[in-house]
Structure formats: C-alpha cells, structure tokens
C-alpha cells in the first residue's frame, strides 16, 4: 500500500508541475500538442530533470501513456540505450547547459529498438535563469537500417573482392610457374597482395578515404623493412582511386630499394618519406634514400619506372622526379591534394 500511495503522490506532483507548464507557456503548449514533431520538457530546477510535458506525437513515438512519462526522470527515455557515450553528452548539455543534437537508440514501450536524434536546447525564464530543458525528437530508424542495409552489402562486396585478387594470384602462379622467371612472378604477387591490403583498409573505412600514412605503414611492414624508415606529415585522407595508385607506386619505390637502394645495405640504410600541402592546392610526397649503395641510372626502362612516371600523371594528373643520386634515389611527387569530398572510383 505505501508504494501505491507513494506512486499516487508523485503521479499528482507531476500532474501539478504539468498544469503550472501550461499555464506558463499557454499558446505555445497548444502548439507543441499539435504538432507532428515528437516533444518533450524537462524541469531544469528539480534533480535528474523530470519531465513535465510530452506530446501526442512523442507518445506515438514511444508506444507510452502519458502518465507513464510524466515525472519521470528524463533518463527515462533512454535508460535502456547501448549508446553509452549519448547519454553522457545528454548528461553534460544538462550539466553544462549547452545545446545537443545527436543520434540515441532506444526502445519503445513495445520492446522495438528505435533510431532518433535528439535536440536539446534550454528554456530561460526573464531573469536568465534555465527552467527548463526542451527536446525534440526525429525518428531516424528507416535511415539506420538503410545504412545497415548498405553496410552489409559493402561488407560482401570487399570480401568477394579480397576472395577475386586470391584466385587472381593462384591462377597467375599456376600459369607461370615453368614459363616465367621466379622473381617475374614474385614481383606479380607483391604487386596484387599490396592492392589487396589497400583494398583492405578503404573496405574499413567504408570506401571512403584512408590516410596516406596509414598505406606507407602497411608497405613497409608487408616488406619486414619498417625500421628503417622514417615517415613525416600530417594527417591526408586519400579517395580510393588515389590510394590504390600511390599503394602501386610506394610498392614499386620500396622493393626496388630493398633490391638494389638503400634498404639493400646491411647496416645504414634508410628511406625517408615526407609530404606536405603546398599552395595552389597541391601534395607534395617526397622519397629520400640514403645511406645504402651507390646508385647508377638505369640502363632501361622497367615496369616500376614506367608505373611511377606514367601511372601518376595518368591516374592522378600529377608530376613525378626520379632522380637517381650517387647518395639515393630520390622521387619528388607533385599532385591535386585530395578533395574534402571523397572521389569514386
């Protein structure tokens, strides 16, 4: 008896704090009622913010009677989320007084799970005071599953793409082996498992972009020769098309110093790869051997040289020097920098 009495007591504060809130912001409580748009007020002067006011709109929502709602603590709404850190921003625009518009999941009264994004902004009274908070609610859910939707779809995509460069490689192997030089081949197999380890980390990232430093660190590692090489520059998100051709050209740059550069030495060799953006909108990658043989030029020209001068200027509208040192090569790349908008392949 005393629970249902005190249920009683605290179903009448909230109806009592109802009609004080309607007769404060008459006109505009005839509005919110009205509306289509889900809504909610919260009482900013009381702890954990019960609430004093829901509309039609957000009880359709919800699947919830008004009188399950009313007084309770605005956590309520949200209390079995799996989004712990959108109750924590929920928490500290209360705390902080600030404005929030962020996505929340939550469940309705039903048990369905449901996608909204969640305005809160703050109610001040004539002297500046907050009184209350106010939200509002857009139901997000048919955009979620479509996203999931799509995810999935990708999810499939890069992993029949991973499974089409796998037979790629076991076909070509079968087909070679016997009929072309072991290290022919071995170049072809570098050359696919560096594409598939890119198409590996954009398939991560939705297809996206991947960092520049992100491809240089998987290069070097796949090549066991990461000590030796220092890498500097700020964070550049690559669109797939770039990042699959610069994947190409820093494998090419890479094996061949481990062949015959600076990555051949025992001891004292070394790669440094530097970028920046320069004016007119423009990436700038330098590649910098040193410490290992002395270079020579070349007396031919062959598929990497031809990949790194041709493939750039093609794929990428950028300019490259090769310039081949007594001290190391050195490859000076100049390209578009990357736009704000990932572009598709």
């Not at 909610?40 to 009880?59: E, T």
């Not at 959108?86 to 928490?91: D, K």
């Not at 599953?145 to 992993?159: G, P």
């Not at 029949?160 to 076991?170: D, G, K």
Request: with cysteine.
């Amino acid at each position: 008896m005393s629970d249902q009495h005190d249920n009683a007591v605290e179903q009448e504060h909230a109806e009592s704090d109802v009609e004080g809130f309607r007769e404060d912001l008459g006109p505009f409580v005839v509005a919110a009622e009205t509306t289509r748009m889900p809504m909610v007020f919260s009482n900013a002067k009381v702890k954990d913010n019960p609430i004093v006011f829901v509309n039609q709109a957000f009880l359709t929502l919800t699947g919830y009677d008004e009188h399950e709602v009313l007084g309770q603590k605005f956590d309520f709404l949200i209390q079995r989320a799996t989004d712990p850190e959108a109750l924590t921003e929920i928490q500290t625009a209360f705390e902080g007084a600030r404005d929030l518009e962020t996505p929340v999941r939550f469940h309705r009264k039903d048990g369905r799970t449901i996608w909204v994004t969640i305005f809160i902004t703050q109610v001040r009274d004539d002297a500046g005071a907050i009184v209350q908070h106010f939200a509002s609610f857009v139901d997000i859910t048919s955009h979620k599953e479509e996203q999931e939707r799509l995810r999935s779809l990708l999810d499939e995509l890069n992993h029949r793409t991973q499974n089409t460069l796998a037979t790629v490689l076991a076909v070509a192997g079968q087909t070679l082996r016997g009929m072309a030089d072991e290290r022919v081949i071995d170049a072809f197999e570098g050359r696919i498992l560096a594409l598939s380890k890119t198409h590996g980390l954009l398939g991560s990232e939705n297809w996206d972009r991947v960092e520049l430093r992100e491809i240089l660190d998987q290069t070097f590692e796949a090549l066991g020769v990461d000590a030796r090489v220092h890498i500097e520059g700020d964070e550049v998100g690559l669109p797939p098309k770039t990042a699959l051709t610069l994947t190409m050209v820093f494998h090419e740059l890479a094996t061949n110093a481990i062949a015959h550069g600076a990555l051949s030495a025992a001891t004292g060799g070394r790669v440094d790869v530097a970028w920046r953006l320069e004016a007119g909108d423009r990436l700038r990658v330098d590649w910098r051997e040193s410490g290992g043989p002395v270079v020579t030029p070349p007396t031919f020209q062959g598929f990497g040289r031809r990949l790194i001068e041709g493939g750039l200027a093609q794929e990428l509208n950028g300019d490259v020097r090769l310039a081949y040192e007594p001290t190391g090569l050195v490859c000076d790349i100049m390209m578009p920098a990357p736009r704000d908008r990932a572009e598709r392949t």
